[in-house]
T-cell receptor, first 116, second 110 residues
């Protein structure tokens, strides 16, 4: 298993540009989440999904869109990048409630994004 | 809305000393997680605590959970330099996604 993969690892954008951060998992997990990490702020939840076709907002959803068309993929879209979105982005996945992998949340390696 | 608070946020320790990191959360939850993060790296799972009174130990780290007090502790015994990292607690929110504390940056020096 590759676990949770994220691409790209690094990205530099100009203000106003759009882009999609990719996240995929090969563990057949139902739950997937996106977090951003900023110095002194811990990890803050952006959006999450409890299954294909179901998404919901987290703590800091503004400026980001998500969709979940398959169990494996959970892309995060920045519609019009702003310097305030400079951060490290982590994707995570977890199995469905009642399953053996429900208790463990796995994280991807992260994407370091800079918006100029 | 679930809030998770950790303290201290920064901890400078001498090798061989003991210390405890505290994690308080604001609403009922069915599980609590502890993670370790090294600079520039992703998060590494340390412990998952599932019930009141749960205690787990791995090497010099021991985590416990008191669901009635909504408090978890991460105790460090006889610290060594290799434990220098940032430690996060996270609480499950209604079976959907984890909410994280701000993290405790631990620095162990000789």
């Amino acid at each position: 298993n590759a676990g949770v993969t994220q691409t790209p690892k690094f990205q530099v954008l100009k203000t106003g540009q759009s882009m999609t951060l990719q996240c995929a998992q090969d563990m057949n997990h139902e739950y997937m989440s996106w977090y951003r990490q900023d110095p002194g702020m811990g990890l803050r939840l952006i959006h999450y999904s409890v299954g294909a076709g179901i998404t919901d907002q987290g703590e800091v959803p503004n400026g980001y869109n998500v969709s979940r068309s398959t169990t494996e993929d959970f892309p995060l879209r920045l519609l019009s990048a702003a310097p305030s979105q400079t951060s490290v982005y982590f994707c995570a996945s977890r199995g469905a409630a009642g399953g053996s992998s429900y208790n463990e949340q796995f994280f991807g390696p992260g994407t370091r994004l800079t918006v100029l | 809305e679930l809030k998770v608070e950790q303290n201290p946020l920064f901890l400078s320790m001498q090798e061989g000393k003991n210390y405890t990191i505290y994690c308080n959360y604001s609403t009922t939850s069915d599980r609590l997680y502890w993670y370790r993060q090294d600079p520039g790296k992703s998060l590494e799972s340390l412990f998952v605590l599932l019930s009141n009174g749960a205690v787990k130990q791995e090497g010099r780290l021991m985590a416990s959970l008191d669901t009635k007090a909504r408090l978890s502790t991460l105790h460090i015994t006889a610290a060594v330099h290799d434990l220098s990292a940032t430690y996060f607690c996270a609480v499950n929110q209604a079976g959907t996604a984890l909410i994280f504390g701000k993290g405790t940056t631990l620095s162990v020096s000789s």
